[in-house]
């Protein structure tokens, strides 16, 4: 069965776009650590980060570098941390977390933001790319 990640790439579940090449995809987290938190991910479906093969995990780096540096322009943040987890959806993927305090590392404290938030700072991240 497809990821819910695969089911954002091909459109059938919807998403905040953040950024998009041919490969990758990169959309607002749905319950986000801290305004702004992104996800990486290949649009090929592949569980594990480091089951991916070299170019395109080499390729997922240079694709979340370039969105992190747009985060870290759009969202007021000390810095941009990066998180590898994967324990909820079995699709290779980077968080991309706008950092102020070491909770917004800690996947507990968690933001609500409203459909039109999401939107907005999806729209200035992209704005920064
Ligand atoms: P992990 O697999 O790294 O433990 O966590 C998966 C992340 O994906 C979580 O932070 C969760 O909020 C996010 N997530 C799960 N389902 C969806 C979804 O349908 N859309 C979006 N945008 N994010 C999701």
Known sequence: MASIFSKIVSGEIPCYKVAETNDFLAFLDINPNAKGHTLCIPKKEVD??????????????????????AIEKAVPCKRVGMTVVGLEVPHAHVHLIPLNAMEDAQFIKKETLSPEDFEATARTIASCL
């Open 48 to 69: 594990k980060l480091f089951d991916l093969d070299e170019h395109t995990f080499n390729e997922l780096m240079k694709f979340s570098r370039t969105v992190a540096l």
